[in-house]
């Protein structure tokens, strides 16, 4: 995905006179970049998850706690029974934790990625046929109400009788002038939604990466402990050297963690220099000012791309 972006980029950058492609290329490579930061940002909520259902479980190990199935789970042959009761119990009747799911996050996440899948097939579109670009502009129209769900409704009434403006159809308009006007008349309408999104998901990226630190820290110093342990007991040279690699893995993988960079604030701020192109009918000085923006944006993907 990256090296297309970039090859995106060059292509906009050497057709800066043209205004109208150079707009939707724009937009297009910003709604792909947005899409890669979505995905990143899924796997890392995924792997976060992850990792604290094996910490749980470590513990109840390491606790010598009893577990057992749920009676439930002897029903799930009987018609009407429900799966969700059968799982795994403590056998003193505790309770076992369960890691947190991030729901909210993660719904802002996806709806984020779902509107710059779609924005860029919006502007990507360059059929003849006036019916396929509307149902490109309802897909749109649907991933900014996810977004707009996801935020919990939050904005002000002007700003979504302009949103609900924005997506007013364009019936079967085919001159790329008309459709170009109507992806700025979105990105405008759309601008503070993205915003609002942004900025929490740039502080959750914030907050990820400070998890990830203090996860990985404490594998480096088990790995030290490990290997401490090992000289102390006079184990075999393959023993150590094995456990030596394990120390390198673990500090390497501290280092990664703690380089992961946020692209949401990147993000933010391109979007908004996109909205300002669209307001000024895309000047040539404000589309090049947006490309270099979508350049920092696909060097930071590129840099955090497989942080783990």
Do not use: W
């Amino acid at each position: 995905m990256t090296f297309r972006v970039i090859l995106a980029i060059a292509a906009l950058a050497a057709v800066a006179g043209c205004s109208s492609p150079v707009y939707r290329g724009s937009v297009a490579s910003f709604g792909d970049a947005t899409q890669a930061a979505a995905q990143a940002q899924t796997k890392r909520l995924s792997t976060l998850s992850d990792s604290q259902i094996s910490d749980i479980r470590g513990d109840l190990a390491q606790n010598g706690v009893l577990l057992a199935y749920a009676p439930e789970c002897a029903l799930l042959a009987v018609p009407g029974s429900s799966i969700d009761d059968c799982k795994v119990v403590r056998r003193d009747g505790a309770p076992i934790d369960n890691p947190e799911s991030f729901a909210s996050i993660a719904a802002l996440n996806k709806a984020m990625g779902e509107y710059g899948a779609n924005l860029a097939a919006l502007a990507a579109d360059a059929s003849e046929d006036g019916a396929a670009f509307n149902t490109s502009l309802t897909n749109l129209a649907v991933s900014v109400e996810g977004l707009s769900a996801a935020l919990g409704g939050a904005g002000t009434k002007d700003q979504f009788e302009a949103v609900g403006a924005a997506f007013g159809g364009i019936g079967t308009a085919t001159f790329a002038g008309a459709r170009t006007s109507k992806l700025r008349e979105i990105i405008v309408a759309v601008d503070p939604q993205i915003q609002q999104a942004t900025a929490l998901l740039s502080a959750a990226s914030e907050a990820l990466t400070l998890s990830e630190v203090t996860t990985s820290l404490q594998r480096v110093e088990r790995a030290e402990r490990a290997l401490a342990s090992a000289y102390a007991n006079n184990a075999s040279t393959r023993d150590v050297q094995r456990l030596q690699d394990r120390l390198f893995d673990e500090v390497a993988a501290l280092k990664r963690s703690a380089a992961a960079r946020d692209a949401y604030a990147n993000i933010g701020q391109t979007h908004a220099k996109l909205a300002k192109a669209s307001r000024d009918r895309a000047s040539k000085e404000d589309l090049q000012g947006s490309i270099v923006e979508l350049s920092k944006l696909v060097k930071l993907l590129s840099e955090s791309a497989d942080p783990f």
